[in-house]
C-alpha cells in the first residue's frame, strides 16, 4: 500500500524541479535566456576634431564578465547633419565591436556637436557621450572634401591584390574620404573597410603608411610601409603613425 503513495511523491518532486529549471531559464539562469553577468564598454575616443565635409570615427568594444550572456544594446543620438551611422546596433560576445562614423554635412556650421550612444542589457541602461568638434583650420582651402570616391592609393591597391586576393578590395567600391590632422594623412572608409594613410612629405624619405582595419574588428589587421628607398612591405601593427626618427636625421 505503502508504494503507490511513493510513485506520488516522486511524481510530485520531479514536477517542482522541472518547474525550478524552467523558472531559472526565462529569468537568465545556467539554461540559457534572457541577459544576465555584467560588461563595461571600450571606447577608441570620445572626441574628434575635423571639419564640415569631413568625417570621423569612433569604436566600441565590449567588454563582458565571466558570467556575461544576452547581448547589449545599442541607440545612437546625433543631429542629423553628422550624417552618423552606427555600424551594429546590438554586440556579444561573438561579435562585441561596433563603430560610429560621422560624415558632416558640408554646410554645417562650426561648433561642437554631441552624439549620444545609450547602451542596455536586462534592465540596465547607461550611456556614453561623445564630441565632435568641427574646427576649419588647417583644413581649409583643402581639396577634395571629405566625398564619395572611387580614387584608392594605386601602391596600396597593387600589393593588396599580390598578397591577399581573397579580401577583394577594389577601387570601383564607393569610399569615403576625407583628411585628419595632420593633414597629410586621408581616411577611407567604405560598407566593409577602414584605410588610413599617412603621408611623411616633409621628410627626405617621403615615408608612406597604410592601416586596414575590416569593420567591426576593433584590431587592424595589417600595416604597410614603403619609402622612396623601399618597395612597400608590412611592418609591426603598432608602429602605425610611429617612425624612427633617427632614421630620419
Not at 531559472?24 to 571606447?43: E, F, I, T
Not at 545609450?118 to 581639396?143: I, M, N, P, Q, W
Not at 596600396?156 to 570601383?172: A, K, Q, R, T
Amino acid at each position: 500500500m505503502r508504494r503507490p503513495i511513493v510513485f506520488v511523491l516522486i511524481a510530485w518532486l520531479l514536477t517542482v524541479m522541472a518547474g525550478c529549471l524552467f523558472s531559472d531559464s526565462k529569468n537568465g539562469g545556467s539554461s540559457g535566456g534572457r541577459d544576465r553577468g555584467s560588461y563595461s564598454l571600450a571606447v577608441s575616443q570620445t572626441s574628434c576634431v575635423t571639419y564640415p565635409g569631413g568625417g570621423g570615427i569612433f569604436l566600441i568594444q565590449l567588454l563582458p564578465d565571466s558570467l556575461f550572456a544576452g547581448d547589449v544594446r545599442l541607440n545612437l543620438t546625433a543631429a542629423p547633419e553628422l550624417n552618423a551611422e552606427l555600424y551594429r546596433e546590438s554586440i556579444d560576445r561573438d561579435k562585441p565591436v561596433s563603430e560610429i562614423v560621422v560624415k558632416p554635412d558640408s554646410t554645417m556650421a562650426m561648433g561642437d556637436y554631441a552624439l549620444n550612444l545609450s547602451h542596455a542589457h536586462g534592465d540596465t541602461s547607461a550611456a556614453v557621450e561623445f564630441t565632435v568638434k568641427l574646427d576649419e583650420g588647417d583644413y581649409r582651402g583643402l581639396y577634395p572634401r571629405g566625398h564619395l570616391t572611387d580614387i584608392l592609393p594605386e601602391e596600396f591597391l597593387v600589393w593588396m591584390v599580390e598578397n591577399y586576393p581573397e579580401l577583394e578590395i577594389e577601387d570601383e567600391d564607393s569610399w569615403y574620404r576625407y583628411c585628419n590632422r595632420p593633414y597629410n594623412s586621408w581616411t577611407y572608409v567604405s560598407t566593409e573597410w577602414h584605410l588610413g594613410t599617412i603621408w611623411y612629405l616633409s621628410l627626405p624619405s617621403r615615408t608612406k603608411h597604410f592601416m586596414l582595419r575590416r569593420r567591426g574588428d576593433y584590431k587592424r589587421m595589417v600595416v604597410l610601409e614603403s619609402d622612396k628607398y623601399t618597395a612597400l612591405h608590412k611592418i609591426p601593427i603598432e608602429r602605425y603613425g610611429v617612425l624612427d626618427w633617427e632614421d630620419e636625421k
